[in-house]
């Protein structure tokens, strides 16, 4: 299955009652495993989970630490790019090179990577102490 079926398909799972913003997100891991997730929001926001927060979890539980692509899908006009918080969840388990995807459902799609969605991210090489 590719990513964009992938996610796709798992978008359709997403609990979005008070947005009604379905998002849906697929990983492929390292190891080539592809990973979902979507976003489930909760009422007393902003205690939701977004798509790709789920998918990287989903990776991690299964034992595995390494991002080697990414796409995202949104019933948006123009592609949906993630949020702050899970630029910096990518850029914790993928390098800067890896290719993020945002499509939208209506076949839209734009390339980017981690490090141009993050760049001047806050990485563990910044908690050194010389």
């Given at each position: 299955m590719s990513l964009k079926?992938?996610?796709t398909a798992v978008r359709e799972n997403a609990h979005a009652p008070y947005s009604n913003f379905k998002v849906g997100a697929a990983i492929r891991s390292a190891s080539g495993q592809i990973y979902v997730g979507c976003n489930v929001e909760n009422?007393?926001?902003p205690e939701g989970?977004?798509?790709e927060a789920g998918a990287i979890?989903?990776?991690v539980a299964a034992g595995e630490t390494e991002l080697a692509e990414v796409y995202v899908i949104a019933d948006s006009p123009a592609p949906?790019?993630?949020c702050g918080g899970c630029r910096q969840k990518l850029k914790e388990f993928g390098a800067g090179g890896v290719k993020v995807t945002m499509g939208t459902?209506?076949?839209a799609e734009r390339e980017t990577t981690i490090g141009d969605l993050l760049p001047?991210?806050?990485d563990?090489?910044?908690m050194e102490r010389s």
């Open positions: 079926a992938a996610a009422v007393a926001y989970t977004c798509a979890a989903a990776m949906v790019p993630p459902t209506d076949g001047g991210a806050f563990a090489g910044h």
